[in-house]
């Protein structure tokens, strides 16, 4: 659990050092890959579904993100992106790729579905919180514009 | 009336170039629609239609003379986070009106012409250690700790080298990918390694297009199909030539 948790930080942030995200924010997208894996991970652990648990801890990132971007005037882009690469399917696209070429097909091809599902819900978990996000700030927004017309 | 129009075409190179260096830098394809148009509405333009695809920008602003549009071609795409949020900030301070046009014409000139990368060996070994930590992560032992780190920074650097070399990103990811098999598949002969899949999976991981695809479901939901499906065949693209780089050697060595 404590090398999941920190191995998950320095993967963040290092992903984060390749896609040359501003310095000072390294740590923060550590902490967000961090805190988005290790929800993954205790989910998976806990026999809830792959796909399920990706949607959860890609929404939870996302929502990190956006506090973060308010709080340090910077692209959520920046949060996120670095915190959802340990969930991407990287492992199990390359499951179905080696499978493909050992002529398994049946197995390649369910292989290849699922991780295109799980990058799905990656995307699915991303979009629903800036969604939420949008629909708070819109409400906010409403009741400024009602107050202004009293 | 001849003012006007000069201004008007300043108005549009900056918010084009803000555009531009958004995309090439690796933003969505809506943020770099939505910086534009807010530009635009901050210098008083509130009729501004913005057309982005990861390959070009089309603009244009309505006034009160004709509908001024134009376009720009993108050729080449990196990803450098540092300037998507420079930009975002500059975006930021011309939306409060602390900005001309012209001041922030010559900011993000400078934020262009800048590099603020880091230097290829901290890159190197930035993926090198991801590359470690993503073994760990997926349930590898730690005696493959340094194969994997070895492979990972070999890989990601070859990748860079290969790419200055060829010109063409599926080749030069195939040759990275078929070097980390290689170096997988030697460490286990060896008996420094163990378990040869773990390895490969982990120094695969920072050539993965990760930001590709989440990206380009992203664009898709949002609505912007065009890029959305094209950043989707990129990312097809980078993925298959990853799995055919694994593949030739699987088939030289594990047939």
């Known amino acids: ?150 | 009336m001849d003012k006007q129009l000069t201004f008007t075409y300043e108005i549009m190179d900056v918010c084009l170039l803000a555009g531009k260096i958004m995309l090439q830098s690796g933003a969505e394809t809506y943020r770099v629609e939505d910086t534009m148009t807010r530009m635009a509405a901050a210098f008083g333009f509130s009729h501004s239609h913005s057309y982005v695809t990861p390959t070009g920008i089309i603009f244009s602003v309505e006034g009160k003379e004709p509908t001024k549009t134009k376009l720009i071609r993108i050729a080449e795409r990196t990803t450098d986070l540092e300037k998507v949020a420079l930009v975002n900030g500059i975006s930021r301070k011309i939306s409060s009106g602390e900005f001309t046009a012209d001041e922030a014409y010559q900011e993000l000139k400078i934020v262009e012409r800048a590099s603020h990368t880091y230097p290829l060996w901290v890159q190197g070994v930035a993926a090198a250690v991801s590359s470690g930590c993503f073994l760990i992560m997926f349930m590898g032992k730690w005696p493959d700790f340094l194969p994997a780190v070895i492979a990972g920074g070999v890989g990601f650097i070859s990748l860079i080298y290969f790419h200055r070399l060829v010109p063409i990103k599926f080749f030069s990811e195939f040759l990275a990918s078929f070097l980390i098999g290689l170096l997988a598949f030697l460490f286990v002969k060896t008996g420094a390694g163990m378990e040869v899949d773990k390895i490969i999976i982990g120094s695969v991981m920072p050539l993965v297009p990760g930001l590709l695809i989440t990206n380009a479901v992203r664009d898709l939901m949002a609505g912007h199909l065009v890029s959305g499906l094209s950043k989707g065949a990129e990312a097809f693209l980078t993925a298959f030539a990853i799995g055919s780089g694994i593949a030739l050697v699987f088939s030289i060595f594990a047939a």
């Open chain 1, 1 to 150: 659990m404590i090398e999941q948790l920190i191995t998950s930080f320095i993967a963040s942030a290092a992903f984060g050092m390749i896609f040359n995200a501003p310095r000072k924010s390294l740590i923060k997208c550590g902490f967000v890959g961090m805190l988005g894996w290790i929800i993954y991970y205790i989910m998976v652990e806990n026999r809830l579904d792959t796909i399920f648990s990706t949607v959860v801890a890609s929404f939870v990132i996302a929502v990190t993100g956006q506090i973060f971007s308010k709080i340090y005037k910077t692209p959520v882009i920046i949060f996120s992106v670095a915190g959802v690469i340990p969930l991407v399917p990287g492992g199990m696209a390359y499951d179905a790729m080696r499978n493909f070429v050992q002529n398994d097909y049946n197995i390649a091809i369910s292989l290849a579905a699922k991780a295109f599902m799980v990058s799905g819900s990656i995307a699915i978990g991303l979009v629903f919180s800036e969604v939420i996000n949008q629909a708070i700030r819109q409400t906010q927004l409403n009741r400024l514009n009602k107050g202004q017309g009293r």
